[in-house]
């Protein structure tokens, strides 16, 4: 691998050690020795199955106390010891999430002013933890989750939704538990980290309601505290790090014509910043779908920058979704450099961008960025590197 690529994968994955579960969530953990009735756990999203072992692992010897179920992405499950886990659907959702909803929602209710849910959710609880509102079946939520999937509706937009259509999100979890006390511990996959969005909060109740007094949310990890993390990797490589935002939103495509457009400035003119630099961001952006082909967000970002790029030299990139999984394909990103379009021969690659076929430009050239599932999700991950 040529030293930038594998200078910006250090990066990437410097980036998702920031925000390991096991990391993250047991210094925010409460002493079980304080609780004094039950401790039920529950939990949905991508991370939720390792951030139930970091709480069996920091409560080792409390785990006869512990009960629940969490529910997670099929292939992202690990092995735990009290708290069930449960893989399902995401993100168009199957019945597997919904009888594990039920569950859940079985379990907070009937318990007492001593008792503690531990919620732990991540990105994709919304499409995982699944209970449609009355009235509203099952195979409803999933055509309409398809339509907003393809349509480049904002992951706001699609929570909204999401919580319009369901029984359980939007804080009507945390009623559900009440008199109970509800510690939400949340890994953030949205931009600006409203704990109401991740996941479409099902233990986050607004703050006029009686649920509110007994609940607390603390947002654990986020999409800034993976970029603050590479940007240290690149400091301590002798790299300066520009980090443009945790909040980049819009069409794919369009934010990679900006960001070419910044790099070329720093090669150019070493505006913002001058080489060796390397350009930071994260946040979530979206791709409409128009073409028949395969890719994700993140793939789809950097056939762009590749285009509009044409070739410049000193210029690389890594872009990948901290889940592992862009759009719904087996790899987490891909990576390109100056090389790219040369080497793609005579392979279209503006026909392969109409066509939304980023995977598959990028799987003929042996560039994906394959990691599996990392079992968490603080969204996308940009880095542009800029050499003299």
């Known amino acids: 691998m040529p030293a930038s690529r594998a200078f910006l994968r250090r990066l990437f994955d410097a980036a998702l050690a920031a925000v390991d579960p096991m990391k993250c969530v047991p210094p925010h953990l409460p002493d079980p020795a304080t609780v004094k009735g039950r401790i039920v756990v529950i939990g949905a999203g991508k991370a939720a199955a390792a951030m139930a072992a970091a709480v069996e692992a920091a409560w080792a010897e409390h785990l006869d106390r512990l009960s629940g179920l969490v529910v997670t992405r099929y292939g992202h499950g690990v092995?735990?010891?009290?708290?069930?886990?449960?893989?399902?659907?995401?993100?168009?959702?199957?019945?597997?999430?919904?009888?594990?909803?039920?569950?859940?929602?079985?379990?907070?209710?009937?318990?007492?002013?001593?008792?503690?849910?531990?919620?732990?959710?991540?990105?994709?609880?919304?499409?995982?933890?699944?209970?449609?509102?009355?009235?509203?079946?099952?195979?409803?939520?999933?055509?309409?989750?398809?339509?907003?999937?393809?349509?480049?509706?904002?992951?706001?937009?699609?929570?909204?939704?999401?919580?319009?259509?369901?029984?359980?999100?939007?804080?009507?979890?945390?009623?559900?538990?009440?008199?109970?006390?509800?510690?939400?511990?949340?890994i953030s996959d949205v931009p600006g980290d409203d704990p109401a969005v991740i996941a479409s909060g099902p233990t986050v109740p607004a703050p006029n309601e009686p649920a509110y007094a007994r609940c607390e949310t603390r947002v654990i990890a986020t999409a800034l505290d993976a970029l603050n993390a590479a940007a240290d990797a690149a400091r301590a490589a002798g790299v300066r790090p520009l980090i443009l935002g945790d909040r980049i939103e819009g069409e794919a495509r369009e934010a990679a014509k900006v960001m070419a457009g910044i790099a070329r400035s720093c090669k150019a003119h070493g505006l913002p910043v001058r080489p060796p630099c390397v350009i930071l961001s994260g946040g979530e952006t979206t791709v409409t779908v128009k073409g028949q082909g395969r890719g994700g967000r993140n793939t789809e970002f950097l056939l762009a920058l590749a285009l509009a790029l044409a070739g410049e030299p000193g210029i690389s990139a890594i872009a990948c979704d901290t889940d592992g999984i862009d759009g719904t394909e087996d790899n987490a990103g891909a990576l390109i450099d100056a090389e790219t379009l040369r080497r793609a021969g005579t392979m279209d690659a503006r026909a392969k961008l109409m066509d939304n076929d980023a995977y598959g430009f990028f799987a003929a050239l042996g560039d994906l960025v394959v990691t599996g599932p990392t079992r968490s999700n603080v969204n996308d991950f940009r880095a542009i590197l800029v050499e003299p």
């Open 79 to 186: 092995p735990t010891q009290k708290i069930e886990v449960v893989e399902a659907g995401h993100p168009v959702p199957d019945e597997a999430g919904l009888t594990a909803a039920r569950r859940i929602l079985a379990m907070v209710q009937g318990l007492e002013e001593n008792d503690l849910v531990l919620a732990l959710m991540s990105g994709g609880g919304s499409a995982l933890l699944t209970l449609p509102a009355p009235g509203v079946s099952l195979a409803e939520k999933q055509a309409r989750t398809r339509e907003l999937l393809r349509s480049g509706a904002s992951i706001h937009e699609i929570n909204a939704e999401r919580k319009r259509l369901s029984a359980i999100k939007g804080g009507k979890l945390a009623a559900a538990a009440m008199p109970a006390r509800v510690l939400t511990l949340a």
